[in-house]
């Protein structure tokens, strides 16, 4: 187990307990996006400054669509923290408003989407235009 209290973006009140499976499989026992991104994409966190090509937050259940939503996302601010302090493109993701989410739902959707960003990103080395991100 890792455990890991601050990062250079965020001051984590409550430490975080990380266990590691494997190379890439981690779980945690709390935290927000925000700070779990922060805590892997950190050059001292989990990923030691490795920069993955996507970042997906969520798909959790809730609405994170609409200016007065995605103002108090905690889905979108994960994506934002990926984006915006670490330059790696990312989606924030939501399931559904009101209703039980239908992950399995969620999954072949962001799968198919990144398939169509793969086949539409031509000779560029990253799947969304640099600076870009997108909540769905």
């Known amino acids: 187990e890792i455990a ?3 990062s250079k973006i965020i001051q984590f009140l409550n430490p975080i307990t990380v266990t590691q499976y494997d190379a890439h499989n981690f779980s945690t026992n709390a935290g927000t996006p925000a700070s779990l991104v922060a805590l892997a994409l950190d050059p001292q966190g989990l990923f030691n400054g490795a920069r993955p090509d996507l970042i997906v937050v969520g ?7 609409g200016i007065e939503n995605a103002n108090h996302s905690a889905t979108v601010a994960g994506a934002m923290t990926a984006l915006f302090n670490y330059s790696v493109p990312s989606i924030a993701l939501t399931s559904s408003s009101g209703a039980a989410a239908d992950l399995a739902t969620s999954a072949h959707f962001l799968t198919t989407l990144i398939g169509n960003l793969q086949l539409t990103q031509g000779s560029s080395p990253t799947l969304l235009p640099e600076g870009v991100g997108l909540s769905i």
């Not at 798909?59 to 669509?65: E, H, K, L, T």
């Open 59 to 65: 798909a959790d259940q809730g609405d994170a669509v």
């Open 4 to 6: 890991m209290t601050t």
